[in-house]
């Protein structure tokens, strides 16, 4: 798997605006920690992958990124899971709660098919916790498949997430879902 740039497929202004305001909106959740409701975002086949950056020498065929190691692999259940546990008040991961903000950009529909979109955004994520000046900043590249939404509020629903992270070396206490 490479996160290199592919061409972006052709879409007419509204579905380009439609999953804008669908990631900003997901942002939101993820900044709020709103992720009961995010959680309704998510197709329940739904595959959640990290892998590892991997460090490589100019010229190298080793790819940029570990098929075999991931920061995060995770399923549905497993995603529910976290969401479960990241609500309860003994999550230590988060106890203060983290202060999340996310910025996106450079949205790209890069695949347009019948049932789904492949989208590629660039992010930058800052947080911060407790009442000291130490922070994150973690920058990645995701790659996500949108699928049309069956009623509710979204448009769609998120069918597979790939986060390329900038960092072969992550600088943070834990990499909790609200980041990615």
């Not at 950056?53 to 065929?61: H, L």
């Not at 259940?77 to 450079?106: C, D, F, Q, T």
């Not at 955004?121 to 900043?137: E, I, K, M, P």
């Amino acid at each position: 798997m490479r996160a290199t740039p592919e061409s972006a497929a052709a879409v007419d202004v509204e579905t380009q605006h439609r999953v804008e305001q669908f990631l900003y909106r997901e942002a939101d959740l993820l900044d709020t920690f709103a992720l009961e409701e995010w959680l309704d975002l998510l197709d329940e086949d739904i595959t959640l992958t990290v892998p590892v950056r991997t460090a490589r020498d100019p010229g190298s065929e080793r790819p940029e990124f570990s098929d075999e190691s991931n920061y995060l692999r995770e399923d549905y259940e497993m995603i529910r899971e976290r969401v479960g546990r990241l609500e309860k008040e003994y999550a230590w991961s988060e106890n203060p709660r983290s202060r999340v903000r996310h910025v996106i950009g450079n949205v790209q529909v890069r695949e347009a098919g019948e049932e789904e979109l492949t989208v590629a955004n660039n992010q930058h994520v800052f947080r911060s916790y407790g009442d000291t000046a130490d922070h994150d900043l973690i920058s990645a590249q995701r790659r996500t498949v949108l699928r049309p939404a069956d009623g509710g509020d979204a448009d769609f629903t998120i069918g597979d997430r790939t986060v390329y992270l900038d960092h072969s070396i992550l600088n943070t206490k834990n990499l909790t879902l609200p980041l990615l």
